[in-house]
């Protein structure tokens, strides 16, 4: 099992930034995946983020420019660095790690963090 506790969100007005961290604890593969999800209200849930154990990122398109992921191995940590917040990001933030091994996908959610930007 793995475990994810996921810090950070808040209340921010729009341009502004907060600084999202996910902590995973447990049994955590050597090959893994770290990412942020956001589900808005009445949406479904979506990628903004994913970063791999070996760095290799991909973000959603509204994430690109303004979004910032980086993870540090030794704290199996991820972050995701938010700026210029706008009133459509307001979502419920998750935490995802995806373990990897002899090609099955063992996914692990946090309990998630809001962001809510106000205009």
């Known amino acids: 099992q793995v475990q994810l506790v996921e810090s950070g969100g808040g209340l921010v007005q729009a341009g502004g930034s907060l600084r999202l961290s996910c902590a995973a604890s447990g049994k955590i593969f050597s090959v893994n995946t770290m990412g942020w999800y956001r589900q808005a209200q009445g949406k479904q849930r979506e990628l903004v983020a994913d970063?791999?154990?070996?760095?290799?990122?991909d973000y959603a398109d509204s994430a690109k420019a303004r979004f910032t992921i980086s993870r540090d191995n030794a704290k199996n940590t991820v972050y995701l660095q938010m700026n210029s917040l706008q009133p459509e990001d307001t979502a419920l933030y998750y935490c995802?790690?995806?373990?990897?091994?002899?090609?099955?996908?063992?996914?692990?959610w946090g309990q998630g963090t809001q962001v809510t930007v106000s205009v």
């Open positions: 970063i791999t154990s070996g760095g290799t990122t």
């Open positions: 995802k790690l995806a373990n990897f091994n002899n090609g099955i996908v063992y996914p692990f």
